[in-house]
């Protein structure tokens, strides 16, 4: 391949510019202008003909520069404007058009029904008015007419809305609105109007999408975006309000409103992230803390308020802080029932605090606002198993530790009870018979919550020493199977520092 210089490189791409330059010139010479110009025109309507509008375009464009008077280059130019959705563009080609042809009907009447999209009512009647006066086809006399009448029936509309808006009836003014925006839809103050009567009504995701199209409908509109990021701010958004307030900023970065709301949309942002990190990062309560000063900065928006109760009620669930879990938990579900996330938080919580029926109740509710979510699916399933195991043997229990204990707390508290309930502690055969039983449920409970395999599979809701409850039914570490005769020599206190002696005749 050869290498091309960067300077040749930019040589070259000016070769279609040049092309396109000795073209004109050439027509200059030869003194046929009109021929390239009618060379592009026919270009252009071949290639608009096939649906290749921004080729056709550029055809078009080249004959209004070849011949700024030929008032048909314009026309055909609206007329691919108005094909790419580009109705801005297409005003001031039809403007022309009317200017350089003042008896061009047709034109006259489509920048009628454009201004009428544009909900400039005045002007549209004044083309409509002039179409019925410049002799026009009969088609054309019928659509004048219609539009006209049309037109007055808005202008009625419009009059009706805006005194329903003044007397805050608003439930009447957006159904004026409706019917308004039905034929002026390219009208950006209609939307306005009606984004602020869906505000009022509490309809958010209406109003939204009426300033999203307003945004976009007048150049520079800075209050659309300003109030788009107010309202996301204020439904918990604060990602999409950051982004709204973005675009006020860029259009004017002086904008008082939007630059102090940037302020306080940043900060909050940047302090959620920061909590979200460190959740990822699995330090729950540094997340909490963090959460904290999310309600201090912004105490006013109840939506946030409520979201960032949720996350807390998550990092407590997570870090088993189970009390303050099930409280912060409840206050989310008092505000919002049907919170999938804080009902999943809470049912975790419960199973940390052995309450089963209450974890099943939660995971149930929450499994009916979403159906296919596997984590519910699959805590359900277990706080089944661990209810249904709750009614038959509890290694926590047995030996009185939590389900959160750690390794150490269990041997203690092991050590503890097998010295009390040794067998050779009882003279009674009844008593010594039920010490025999109490402390072969000891020794078994220490086994399986010292082993990390055995112990998981117990949280699990599967009892490891129990064959019944074995998926596949495979026996287990059963060193017990057999009772007290199996013990005689050995030392449950062989482990660790302490070393007890007992005599074992």
Partial sequence: MVAISPVAHKLLSYVPFLLVLIDLRYEGVNGGKDGGVENHLEMGKKLLAAGQLADALSHFHAAVDGDPKN????????????????????????????????????????????????????????????????????????????????????????????????????????????????????????????????????????????????????????????????????????????????????????????????????????????AEELIQQEKYSDAVSKYESVMKTEPNVPQFILNVKERICHCLSKDQQTARAISMCSEVLNADPHNVNALKDRAEAFLQDDQYEEAIKDFESAKEHSENDRQIKEGLERAQRLLKQSKKRDYYKILGVKRTAQKKEILKAYRKLAQQWHPDNFHDAEEKKKAEKKFIDIAQAKEVLTNPEMRSKFDQGEDPMDPESQQGGGHHHHHFHGGWENFQGFNPFGSGPFNFKFGFN
């Fill in 71 to 274: 008032y048909m280059a314009y026309y055909r130019r609206a007329t691919v404007y108005l094909a790419m959705g580009k109705s801005k563009s297409a005003l001031p080609d039809l403007s022309k058009v009317i200017e350089l042809k003042p008896d061009f009907t047709s034109a006259r009447l489509q920048r009628g029904n454009l201004l009428l999209k544009h909900g400039k009512l005045d002007e549209a009647e004044n083309d409509f008015k002039k179409v019925l006066k410049s002799n026009p086809s009969s088609r054309e006399e019928q659509e004048a007419h219609s539009q006209l009448k049309k037109s007055d029936e808005i202008q009625r509309l419009v009059a009706q809305a805006q005194n329903d808006f003044s007397r805050n009836d608003y439930i009447s003014a957006t159904s004026h609105l409706d019917i308004i925006i039905d034929t002026c839809v390219w009208d950006a103050d209609s939307r306005e109007m009606r984004a602020e009567c869906f505000i009022q009504l509490g309809e958010m995701g209406k109003a939204i999408s009426d300033l999203k199209a307003a945004s976009k409908l007048k150049s520079d509109n800075t209050q659309a975006f300003y109030k788009l990021s107010t309202i996301y701010y204020n439904l918990g958004d604060h990602e999409m309000s950051l982004n709204e307030v973005r675009e006020c900023l860029k259009l004017d970065p002086d904008h008082k409103q939007c630059f102090s709301h940037y302020k306080q949309v940043k900060k909050l942002n940047k302090q959620i992230q920061a």
